[in-house]
């Protein structure tokens, strides 16, 4: 039997996290699977039972699958690992599907001073998925200098978003952004992150390039519930409020950088990840943890934790 996957997302997240499905699939059906997907240079080594094609004939395989969670609110109710599986027909077990990715093995950096260091992405892709706490990232990494870790950057951008509404990577931290590899893929990136003691994101696709590296890592996020991502060797800062967790709550607008469904709240700024205790122009904010605390998480990290303040 002949099957082809279709991945309707170029997304690094929802790659990493359909990949595996898509082996397990295989493997269950004893069948010949090929996959159709942008970041196809991802997987091929790590993968060489799957067969990734770029132009294909929908009439010459005896199944058609596509994998998508595009406008369908009813498929956010599992998580982003389980969506694959539920829609290939195929048993989950997050404990099992751990994905992995091809990269290019490196020598340690030779421009990051000797010594321990991690790794830490602080951008996102719309504003309600960023760590929106004043000066938290900087609080991090100044503590994370304290106990003698130097901290790099990976992000691809050193300030991103629109309008009014831009992102900055910390100052005190050290300024990786940006690395390219040149073939295009992400070996720019991984050369840090394959020698960093851990990594610190958000809800975004760098943390599942850590996690798919199995590097140890800390996601923070109420953008989304803490069972939406991966499970496995991860320690998850989440604060659980009647405004956490909505991705799978409401339809989300990837065309709106400033998409709020919490109509109480009239601000993104005040809605998502631990955002500050800060009043502004009367709007309710969120009361969350503070920085020191989440501090005491890294401390004291216990994978497929969840720390909930």
Known sequence: MKVLIKFESGAI?????????CEQFRKINNCSVFVSMERDYLFKKSYPNLNFIDVYNAKEFDKVYNLTWRNELNGRSCSLQNKAANILGIPFDPKKFNSKIDYEKSERPSDIPPGKYVCISTQSTAQSKF????NGWETIVEYLNGIGYQVVCVDRFKTFGVDRFYNTIPSNAIDRTGIKSE????????KYLQHCDFFIGLGSGLSWVSWAMNIPTIL??????????FQTNVVRVYKDSPVSGYFTKYLFDPGNWNWCPIKEINSILFLIVNSSSRN?????????????DFTESITNYKPNSNYNY
């Open 280 to 292: 502004n122009s009367g709007v309710e904010t969120c009361k969350s943890f503070t920085s020191l």
């Open 13 to 21: 997240g929802d790659s990493i996290a359909w990949i595996e499905s």
């Open 183 to 190: 073939y295009g893929n992400l070996d720019g990136v991984t």
């Open 131 to 134: 760590w929106n706490y004043e």
């Open 220 to 229: 923070i996020s109420n953008f989304s519930p803490p069972w939406y991502e």
